[in-house]
């Protein structure tokens, strides 16, 4: 059975296996700096596979200040299949 965590207001459903997981070093990170990382961290990966997503950024919102999103935007359909084609190469597909 799944216990429940508190998280600044939030109620998130942990798992057995949440205990086994190992710790992202971003989870340490303010949620902004840890989404400034993520914007990078894709940012290079789609460089490195020759694709811009220019609307890739970060959304907070001031009503939740503890949850940052990162926003990927829109993009071309060329792009979008580029980045499929790119996932499913790391996936072995």
Do not use: Y
């Not at 998280?7 to 340490?28: H, Y």
């Not at 200040?65 to 790119?86: C, K, N, Q, T």
């Amino acid at each position: 059975m799944a216990s429940t965590k508190e998280i600044e207001g939030a109620t998130e459903q942990a798992g057995p296996a949440d205990s086994a997981a190992p710790v992202d070093p971003a989870d340490e990170l303010d949620p902004w700096d840890a989404a400034e990382e993520a914007v990078e961290e894709l940012k290079a990966a789609l460089a490195d596979v020759g694709l811009v997503l220019p609307s890739l950024g970060i959304n907070a919102s001031a009503l939740m200040p503890w949850l940052v999103l990162v926003e990927l935007g829109g993009a071309r359909p060329d792009v979008v299949r580029g980045i499929a084609a790119a996932v499913k190469r790391g996936a072995g597909a």
